[in-house]
C-alpha cells in the first residue's frame, strides 16, 4: 500500500513541562504538520508513505527532512527552494482549566509560496493507493488551493484514491472562502474526515433531529451530518471524530465512519492527555490503512479511534505507535498494566 | 489605580519534577512572597503596582526584583541593605497520598531587620488607592509587626483602603501572639480575607450553626465566619477562601464575599493542581483589583476565585494572567480547548 | 532488627517524563532490584539493612553501590569480580491507555553467573533478623537458585527467619519451572508475599468459591488463597497484594496478610502513580519491618500497604518514606495537605 | 544620562551546548537585537534607557518585553499592533574549526514595517542625552531607514546627541544600498563606531599606508580608517572595534576611538567566548556612558573595551555587567580569581 | 557512488556534561558504531549509503535505525532477530589532565552472534562501489570474522573495491589474535587505514629510520610504516591517522595517504574536542568518499582529514559535516567567523 | 588508617553552565565544604574517614549526609539538632576574564552553633591516626574555636596527628582575629597546609629573599615562608599550595612540602577548570593520606598535587578520584588518551 501525503511540514516550539510562554527559557521542539503526521503514521504501519512538499535550503528544514526520514518517510520529492521560509508554530500546554494556546507564524512559508504545475503528480503519484491532504493546505494560499486541485485532477484520473480531513482553521480563511474552496475539492474525495461543528459552518449541514449545541450530540445527529455531507459530495465515506474537552488534561474522544448508508462507532475512550496536536492526524491515517488494508468498516473505526487515542497519549505531533500496539488497545488493554 | 503590597520576597528553591529534596541535584527557582505575588498579579491586571521591601545588596536580591520589575511591578521603594540575608524557602511538591513539604529558612532576612521609621509611609502611599499586606509580614518581627500599624495608620488618615489576607503561619507565630497583633491591625482594614480554621485559631470565631469540622462547611458556616469577622473588628467586606484537599494534586477551590450583611459565593473549582502555591494571594490580587475598579460583590468574588483557579494551574508562586483570560474562565471556558 | 536482602541490583534507564523509547535522546537513570529495594527501605525505617550480591569491577557498579550506601545500607558483602556484566533495564513509563514497558538486559549479569559456596552464609547471617529473597533471584540462574537454598538452609539453623517475595517474572522462568523451584524454597519460608494469579500459575492454587478472573476478587478468594499457599508450604504468614489497573497512570492498591487463620486487609488506595517500580518491594520491607518490630497484624499490613502506596508516588525504584510519613498516611492524612 | 535606543528586537533561538541545528531537539531562547542590547547596557549602567520599537500583540513578544523591563529599560514607547511578525533568528555555536552558523527568520516583522510618522520623536526625545540606532535599523525597510531619518533630524534640532554603530550586515542590504542611505544618515551622527572592513565596503575607505588585508591591521591603518571616515562625515568621535578569530571559541578584541585628531587603543584582551553575540552591542553602551558621563577619551575606550570583553564570556545577547565589574576588568581584574 | 558498511551499532550512554560516572544521574543517548559512523559520513556527502547488521527486535534497536535512517543510510539490509542483545557503551568525557573513559557493554550483541551465510552478500554488494569494514568486525567473534572474509570474497570476485580501518581494540582480541585474522583479510583491501602503533603491535612493522615513540614521529617514519604495509599486504593504498594527545580536550589531528610510493600529508590541526568519538571514522569516510570521486591523492587527505577535525567538534559519534563546509575547512576556513 | 575531619558541610547552589546568577531559572546542587570535602577524599583513597558536624533536622541536612554516606564516609558522629539551619553557598561560575563570584549564606548555621563540650573527642579519636581542620571551621564562632582547641588538646593527648589547612577566608575573620585563634591551634599541629599569601597577613611571615608580589614567587620564597611557619609554630611538616590564575578558565596549579628543613616540589600543572573549588581540600586530603600510608616526601608532595589537579578537573566539591587514577597522573599520564 502507498500513500501520498501533500502539505506543509513546521517546526514547533513549546515551553517545557506547564510553563508558559512567558515563562520560557526554552522551548522543546519537534516538526509536524497535519499531513506530514499522517505520513508518519502511515510509515509506522509499514506501509509505503511519502510526503510532498517544499521547504527552504538550510538547516532547519534539513532537520524537519530528518524527522520524517527517520520514521523510514519518503521524501524525495520535497522540494529545496531559495524561496520563502519554514512555517513555524509555538505551542503552550495549558493544565486543568487553563486552556492550551497556539501562536501560529506560518505566514510566508515556502509551501504556501507553491504555484501551480510545480509538482510533476502523475510522476508523483505513479502507483499510489491513497492521496491524502487537509484543508489546511488549500486555505494556506491560492497556489496551494491549486495545487490541491491540480493533484485531484490527476489522482481521480489514475484511480489513486482521495483522502481528505476537512480540518478548517479559522486563523487561515474565513467560513465562507473554505466553502467555497472545499466545495471545489470534495467532489473528487474518496473519504471524508469533518466534525459536526464544521460542517455546519462551512456547509450549512446540520440536523433537523437535534439542536444546535457545543455538547457531545446524539448518535443519530453525527448520522445526519455524515450522510447530508456524504450525499451533498457525492462521498462514499465520511467519518466524524467527536472531541469532549473536560479539562485541559483530559478530553473524551470517540469516531464515527458512515459507509454504505451506515454508522459505525467506535468506542468512547477517556484520555488523559500527552500531547492532544496530532490526535485526527493518527486518525486519518488509521481510517486510511485500516480502508486500504481490507478491513470492514467497524473494524476500521476502530483501529483508527485507537491509534488516535494513543497518539494523544505521546508526546509531539507525530504519533509513535504500531498496529500492534494499536490492536492491543482495540481488543481492550486500556489499563496500562506494564509490559515487561 | 495604584496599589501598594508591603512584604518581603524569596528565594524558592524545588526540586524538578515530583523528585524529593533527597532525590534532588538541581533546584528550580523563583522569586516570591504573599504580597509580591499580589504586586505582581496586580502588574498583570493592568494596573499601577508598587512594592516595598527590604533586600541584602547581593545579585541574588538583583534577580529577586528583577522577577518584579519583568512583570512591570516598581520596585523603587525597595531598600537595599548589608543589613540580614535572602529569605528563602525550599518546596517539594507532593503527589497523590504524598504531601508537599515546604522548609523555610527565612529567619534574619533583611527584611525582618526592618526597623519602624524606615519607610516614608506618607510619600510611599502618596496617590495610592489600596495599601496590602498578609499576615505573615507582621509575624516576621516586631519591627514588621510595626511597620505595618505605621503604614495602616497612614493609609487610613491619607483615605487609602487597606486590605489583609491574614494567611495564619503556624511556624512563624503562635495563635496567641498572632491573634494580638492582628486584633491591633484589623480595625483599620476595609477588606479582609481568611478561612474559618484561622479565624477560630487566632479570634475564637466559630459559627454557632454547625459542627467544628475540617471538611467544607455549609455556607451557613461561611457566612457566620464572616459576619462575625466583619462585625469584631469592624472590616465592611470580608473574604473566605475554601480549599478542599482531595490529594496532592487536586484541590476543590472556592470563595466567598461577604458584604453589606450579603454573601457571594463563587462556583467551586475542582483543579488539578500544577502549583498551588501563590493561589491564595491571586485571589487577593483579585478582590483589590475588582473592587477598587468598581466591580459588583457577585462579580468581584468570580473574578477572584478565577483569578486563584489560573494561579494554581501555573507554575511558580507568581500569577500570569491577564484579565481576559480570567474572565474567559469566570464566563465558563473551563474545558482547556486550544486557543488558536 | 537486623536484615539481610540478597538479589540483584541493576541500572534503569528511562527516558524523560512520557517520551518513548524511539523518542529518547537522554535516560534518567537509577539502581534498583527488588531485594536491593527492600533493603533500602529497611534502612530508611532506621533498621541495620545489609545487601548482599556481586557486581562487576567498574564506576557503574561503584554508583550502583553508593545508591545503596547513601541511604545507608551495609555493602560490605557485595562481591566484586571481573566476571559478567551489569544488570541493565530500561522503562518507558506508560500514560493513560498506553502501558508502560520495560525491555531487559540483564543476561550475563556478574549476580547470575554467582556460584554456590561463594558466600559465607554463616558469617553473613550471624545476628540477623531476618532474611529476604524474592522470586527473581532463584529466577536468574541455577547457581543463584542454589545459593538460595544454600542460605534458606542456613538462616534457618541459625534461627534466621525468611521472608520471600515470590513475585513471578514469566520473561526469567516458566511456571513449572519456578514452581519447581519455588516449592524446595518455601518450606523454609516464614513470611511469602504473593498475589492470586501467581499462586494458580506456579502452584496451582485457586479459590473455589469464585470464578476464574482477572479482575479485582473477592476477600474470600483472597483469603483462601493465602490459607492455601499457608497450608500448602507450612508458611505462617502469608500476604496478598492486590493491584487494580484503572490505566497507566491509575491503579488502586491494597493488601492482606493472613496470619493465624486469620485475614487482615488494608485499605483500599486510588494511586496516582508517579512511578510503580518498587511499590511491591516497598511492601514486603514494609511487613518485614512491622512484624520484626512487633506490629500486631492489622497494624503491620496497614504500615506495609501505606509504605507500598507512598512508594508509587515517589520516583525512581527506592522507596524514600520514613516511618514517620507512612504512620501519618496510615492514620488518615491522604489529602497531601502542604507540610510547612 | 537618558538614552533612546531606536530598533528591532528578536527572539534567539540556540541548540543547547555544542549540538548542531539538526541535533536540536531544544532550543535555549532569549531575546535581544542590536539596539536592546545597548539598552539593557546602559540600563545596567544606572543610566535612564528607553527603547523604541514595534512588537506584534502575543505572548511571545510580552516576553521580549519583559525581557528589557527585567533589566529596567523603559518600553513604554514600543507600538504593538496586529501587523506583522516577531523577528527570529537561530544561531548555532561553533566549536574550534567549526564556525558558528546564524538562520536569520525576520523578514515580515512588525518592526519592517513600521512607517514614517508612527513615533512621536519629539516627545520621546524629549529630555534625552543619547539617540542610538545601529545601521540595521535602516537597513530593514524603506520604512524603517526613513524612520532614522526622522528621528535623526528631530534629535539634532533637539540638541540630543546621536551614536550609531554602522554594524553593516551584507544579509540585509548590498554594500551600495548601505553606503547610500548611511550616507544620507551619519552626518547627523556624533559617534560613530565601524571596522576597517565596513568602511572599506560602504564607503570606499581605504588606508595608504597599508595593503588591503583581513588580518589585524596596523595602529596606522585604523588611525586613518577612523580619521577618514569622521572627517568624510563630520563625524567627531569615531571608533573602531578590532576582532582577531582564532577559532570559533577564541577571539582578540580591542578598539579604538578616533577623536580630536587623536587616537585611543584599548589593551588587547584574548577572549575565550562564552557568547560572542552582543558583543559590539555593549562596546556601542559603554562608549555612550563614558562620552555622556565625561570619562576621558583613553578611559572611554577602556571602559567601552572591557565592557565588550565581559558581555562575550557572558551567555546570550544581553550583557550584564555592571560599571563596578567593567572597571575592575579595566584596572587589571582579568585573572578571574574567585570573588567571595 | 553506492557503499555498504558492514559493522556493529550500538548505543552509547554518556553523564551530562563534565560529570563522572558516578556522578551521572542522566546518560545522554547517541547511537554508533565505526561502521555505521562511516554510513552515515557518506550519507552525509550525499552519497547512497547502506549499512548491513543484526539487531535485536526491540524498541532501542529501532531508535538504532532511526538514527541513521534519518541520515538517509539505507538500513534494509539489517537483519532483526530475537538473538542477543543490543550492545552498548558508556563513555565518561574527560577534561584537562583527567582521561576519558569507556566501558564496554557489548558481549553478546546480536551483531556478534551472526553467522557465516546469513547475509546474501551476492545480492547486498550488487552494484556497490565500496564495501567498508574496521578491525572491530571481526573482532567480535569468529562468525562476525567469517562473515568478514565471505564478503571480501564476494566483493573482489564482484569489483567492488574494499577499504578497511584497522582500528585495533585490545579490550576485543590479543594482538596476536588481530594479526593473524587481519593478515587474512587485508590482502582483499584496496585502501586501508592503520596508525604506526598498531601496525607495529599486529604486524610487527615499523620504521628502521626512528626510535620507537609514543610521540608524533617524523614524516619519514610514517612513510615507511605505510609502505610496509602497503607492500607487505599489496594493498594499494594506505592511510594513516596521527593523532597528538596535548590534553582530554585538545589533540593535534592530522593523518597522510600512500599511494603510489608516495606520502601526501594533510596539515596538522589544533582541535579543542567536543566529542572525539568518530573523528578516524569520519576519516574513513572521507576517504572512500574522495577517491571514489576521483579526487587526487592530497586533495583526497586533506578532505579526510577535515572531515575528521569537523566530527571531533561535534557532539556524538556520528559526525554531521556536509562536503560544502568540510572544503571551507580545507580551503582555510579555520577562524571561525560566525556565517549569517 | 582512620581519619576525623571536624567542620561544617553546606549546600552549594550554582547557575547551570556558565549562566549568571541573575540569568538562573534553575540551580545545580552538591554538598560539601572544606572538612566534609577531605573526608570524601579519604573516603575514595580507601581509608576509614568519619566526619563530624552539627545539622539541623530536615530532609536538606538528610542529603548532605547522604551525599557523605555514599562516598563511605561515617556520618555517625554528626549531631542532628532543631537549633541554627543548613550553611548555603551560591557559586556563578567565571568564564575567561569574567572572575567566578561566591555569595556566602551561611550564617546562623547549626553548626556554627555548637557549644564545647557537645562532642565527646575521647570517644570520637579514639583509634584514630589524623584529626583534620581547617581555619574555616574556628572562623564560624567562639564555641567552634574553642572546639577546636579541645579536640586538638584531646587528639594530641591520644598520640591522635593533627593536619590543618589554614584557608584563610577574610569574609568571615579579620586577619588580626585569624592571626590570634590559630596563633592558640597551630602548636597542636603536625600538618599544616598554607600559602605565602595568609602566611603574611595572619603571622607577618615574609621572605626577606624577595619582593612582595602576588605573582609566582621563587622557590627560595616559598622555603622560607615554609620553614618560617615551621619554626614559630614547631610544626613538623608545613606545605603550600602555589596557585597562578590565568583567567577564570585555566589556572597553574603546583605545591610545595617542607618537612625535615627541606623543601619538596611538585611539578606545576597548567589546568582547564572544570571546578576549582576543593582543589585544596584534596590537596589536603591527598597529603594526609601520604604521610600517614608512609610516602616518602616528594612522593607525597606528587600524590597531594595530582589529587588536587583531578579534584579541579571535575564537577563539585567533592573530588572522586581513586588513588590509581592520581598515581596514573603522578606517573605522567596527563595527556588525557580515552581509557577503554
Not at 98 to 113: C, E, H, N
Not at 254 to 272: D, E, G, P, V
Request: aromatic letters at 10%; hydrophobic letters at 40%; a negative charge.
Amino acid at each position: 500500500m502507498k500513500t501520498i501525503c501533500f502539505g506543509e511540514i513546521m517546526c514547533r516550539l513549546s515551553p517545557e513541562g506547564r510553563r508558559r510562554f512567558v515563562q520560557a527559557d526554552r522551548f522543546e521542539i519537534c516538526y509536524g504538520g497535519s499531513e506530514s503526521n499522517v505520513a508518519v503514521s502511515l510509515a509506522n504501519f509499514g506501509t509505503d508513505a511519502a510526503f510532498v512538499s517544499r521547504l527552504p535550503k538550510h538547516s532547519l528544514s534539513d532537520a524537519a527532512l530528518r524527522s520524517l526520514r527517520e520514521h523510514g518517510v519518503d521524501v524525495s520529492h520535497v522540494k529545496r527552494t531559495d524561496e520563502g521560509r519554514l512555517g513555524l508554530y509555538f505551542l503552550e500546554k495549558g493544565a486543568s482549566q487553563r486552556p492550551s494556546k497556539v501562536i501560529y507564524d506560518r505566514a510566508g512559508s515556502s509551501f504556501s509560496l507553491s504555484r501551480p504545475g510545480e509538482f510533476d503528480w502523475s510522476q508523483i503519484l505513479d502507483g499510489t493507493d491513497y492521496f491524502h491532504f487537509s484543508g489546511i493546505t488549500p486555505a494556506l494560499s491560492d497556489g496551494c488551493a491549486a495545487l490541491c486541485l491540480e493533484a485531484c485532477r490527476v489522482a481521480k484520473a489514475a484511480g489513486v484514491k482521495i483522502s481528505c480531513d476537512i480540518n478548517y482553521r479559522s486563523n487561515l480563511w474565513s467560513p465562507e472562502r473554505a466553502g467555497a474552496v472545499m466545495n471545489s475539492l470534495l467532489p473528487y474525495v474518496d473519504l471524508a474526515i469533518i466534525n459536526d461543528e464544521h460542517a455546519k459552518l462551512l456547509f450549512g449541514i446540520r440536523s433537523t433531529s437535534a439542536a444546535d449545541t457545543w455538547a457531545r450530540q446524539t448518535d443519530e445527529v453525527y448520522t445526519d451530518v455524515a450522510s447530508m455531507t456524504s450525499e451533498k459530495f457525492g462521498i462514499p465515506a465520511v467519518a466524524l471524530t467527536i472531541r469532549g474537552s473536560i479539562s485541559a488534561e483530559v478530553n473524551d474522544w470517540s469516531a464515527m465512519l458512515y459507509i454504505n448508508n451506515t454508522s459505525y462507532f467506535s468506542k468512547q475512550y477517556r484520555i488523559n492527555l500527552v500531547d492532544r496536536i496530532g490526535g485526527g492526524d493518527a486518525f486519518s491515517a488509521g481510517l486510511v490503512y485500516a480502508l486500504g488494508s481490507g478491513y470492514g468498516a467497524q473494524d476500521a473505526v476502530d483501529f483508527a479511534a485507537a491509534a488516535a487515542v494513543l497518539a494523544q497519549t505521546t508526546e509531539f505531533d507525530a504519533a509513535e505507535s504500531s498496529t500492534d500496539e494499536i490492536i492491543a488497545l482495540v481488543r481492550g488493554a486500556s489499563d496500562g498494566r506494564v509490559q515487561r
